[in-house]
């Protein structure tokens, strides 16, 4: 019973919560800019290198076979092999994604760390309070106090 009291208290601390939240909105954030990258920016660069769609680049190892012949029979066996391609564009495509995320991420931090120092700016330019004055002081005062009452 211990055990699951502890993995509660884990699992409802704020951070784990806010990680959370984080890793949910990253992993569909990934996913508008996977669409923005293969939607919207590798269709143009395609098109100024004359067509190319970034997705279909490909290094063939080996050659698929749409039909085999089955060696006993002769006869054509519906199952097709796949090619063995190491797939170079969509590395590309992947790639620039990865540039994108992370120049997005940079801009948030570079953000927040402009607005927490405005914020630190603002509360150093704040006039601080005027330091409480020694025991000293404060009898002299008492004590001026009291000499001009009587005086």
Known sequence: MGLIKEFKEFAMRGNVIDMAVGIVIGAAFGKIVSSLVANVVMPPIGMLLGGVDFADLK???????????????????TAAVPEVAIGYGLFFNTLIDFVIIAFAI??????MNN???????????KPAAPPKPSDEVVLLTEIRDSLRARG
Do not use: N, Q, S, Y
């Open 59 to 77: 290094l063939v190892l080996k050659e698929g076979a749409g039909e085999v012949l089955d060696p006993a029979t002769g006869d054509v066996v």
């Open 106 to 111: 940079f801009m948030v931090i570079k953000l």
């Open 115 to 125: 607005a927490t120092a405005r914020f630190k700016k603002k509360e150093e330019e």
